[in-house]
């Protein structure tokens, strides 16, 4: 049990301290390889002695973190590691029809409230040396593929209070490693369901490639509206070896009800190609905080997000470019557009040590508002140590074109859907950025079904 935190119901103890017991009681519940349980142990030690970010933190000053409360969810129970491999028909609907239209993919996996309850992966590719399976069953099988890399990422102390409670609690998560040389033809496919609320849910992910290896990663993460709070924890760890590509995307469209954090650390060894792209659509209230860690020369980083608010949702977006190798090359795309009462935030940081020479690196945020309630701040940075690099950043803030508009709307068209059809055009100088066809198009679907076009 950790340190300081009580099991039962005391005399004077408050609601608070009884959820810290049950959450402190979940540890003790688990039956899993001992190298998991001591970090969750030692990750809820560090969370009990750490406060809540508050608005007098500089990196959370535009979101409101007093009314969260992770001791009064319940954490959905962790994976055993043995799965169960359902059919489609067996699924949530909304799961199910995913699942059943997909395009070509090299692995799939379906998370039901934290239990992976369909996981495929292309035998050629096991054959090869790919793994693909949840970080409990590759603790026991495959130790040597976490031993050096799981939870050792560099967490700010901005992200290590959440990071604490998403290793304490986490749910389930994946292991994927693609050896030297192995080139994934199709994406692997992860979808994550929710469906109760007052609880928590973690997942996390642990992503390996050797040298010169190439794999695109899409996860998305999908709910009913919710009329009970769910807190929802995600990680990404993503190690390139030398010379690899990798392309990672994350697809958000919760429904109502559900708070997102998610913590993304990317790395990069000499010469490989890192691309990145956040989508956010749904929940309540969704962070993301993403880092690339440019550690070899010649690495590249693409780092894209889109997000489209409405009612009084809000986002909020926390990147690091962080340039420690010379010759690299970073670029940021981050397109918002907002209506209604929505709110959001970008905060972003090209950061280049003193030994990064001739480090090219850009950084752009636009933002579109549909309506006079709507609000986005913006606020980009630089943090330069070397003297030979080229570096830039930008942002706007502004309302939809008003010419534009009634051009589309002399053809015809409603102000509503003149405005749709605006927004989908702005995100579209990213979304030509995505490298595979099937995965773009799923992705303007679910923009396309999001503005109600």
């Known amino acids: 049990m950790a340190d300081g935190v009580t099991t039962a119901r005391e005399a004077g103890e408050t609601e608070a301290g009884v959820a810290g017991s049950r959450l402190a009681a979940f540890l003790e519940t688990l039956d899993e390889p001992a190298t998991l349980l001591e970090r969750r142990r030692r990750a809820w030690e560090r969370y ?16 409101d973190l007093s009314r969260l409360d992770p001791e009064s969810h319940v954490p959905f129970a962790p994976e055993s590691g043995e799965e169960e491999n359902r059919d489609a028909g067996d699924l949530p609907e909304q799961a199910a029809r995913l699942l059943e239209g997909m395009e070509a993919r090299s692995a799939v996996a379906v998370r039901v409230d934290g239990r992976t309850l369909h996981r495929r992966l292309d035998p050629a590719l096991a054959e090869r040396g790919v793994v693909f399976a949840p970080i409990r069953r590759v603790a026991r099988e495959r130790p040597e593929l976490l031993a050096e890399r799981l939870y050792t990422s560099d967490v700010s102390p901005m992200e290590e209070k959440l990071w604490s409670l998403h290793v304490a609690m986490l749910t389930g998560g994946d292991v994927l490693y693609v050896p030297d040389g192995v080139r994934v033809p199709e994406p692997v496919h992860v979808l994550r369901w929710a469906g109760e609320g007052d609880r928590l849910l973690s997942t996390h992910t642990l992503l390996v490639t050797g040298r010169e290896a190439e794999v695109t990663w899409v996860e998305e993460y999908l709910s009913p509206d919710l009329e009970s ?23 958000q469209r919760y429904g109502r009800g559900v708070k997102h954090f998610s913590i993304q650390h990317l790395l990069a060894g000499r010469d490989t190609r890192l691309s990145g792209l956040n989508v956010n659509l749904g929940g309540d209230l969704a962070r993301d905080d993403v880092t690339s860690h440019l550690e070899g020369p010649g690495s590249e980083s693409e780092m ?45 940081l090209i950061r280049v040590d003193r030994g990064a020479q001739l480090t090219d690196a850009y950084q752009t945020n636009r933002n579109l508002l549909l309506s006079k309630h709507c609000h986005a701040t913006t606020l980009p940075n630089l943090e330069i140590e070397a003297d030979d690099v080229r570096c830039s950043h930008g942002a706007t803030v502004g309302q939809v074109d008003e010419g534009m508009l009634f051009y589309l709307m002399s053809r015809g068209l409603t102000r509503l859907t003149a405005e749709r059809l605006l927004v989908f055009g702005f995100f579209d100088e990213v979304l030509e950025r995505v490298p595979v066809e099937g995965v773009r198009e799923r992705l303007r679907d679910a923009i396309g079904s999001k503005i109600g076009l």
Do not use: C, I
Not at 48 to 63: A, F, I, N, V
């Open 48 to 63: 009990t002695e750490l406060p809540m970010p508050t608005r007098k933190s500089e990196e959370w000053r535009y979101t």
């Open 229 to 251: 709070p769910l807190l929802s924890l995600s990680g990404l760890e993503l190690f390139a070896g030398d010379g690899a590509t990798v392309h990672y995307l994350s697809l």
């Open 304 to 348: 894209l997000a889109l997000w489209f608010g409405d009612g009084t949702q809000h986002f909020d977006h926390h990147t690091l470019q962080h340039h420690a190798a010379p010759h690299a090359y970073s670029d940021l795309l981050y397109k918002g557009a907002l209506t209604d009462s929505a709110r959001s935030v970008f905060r972003g």
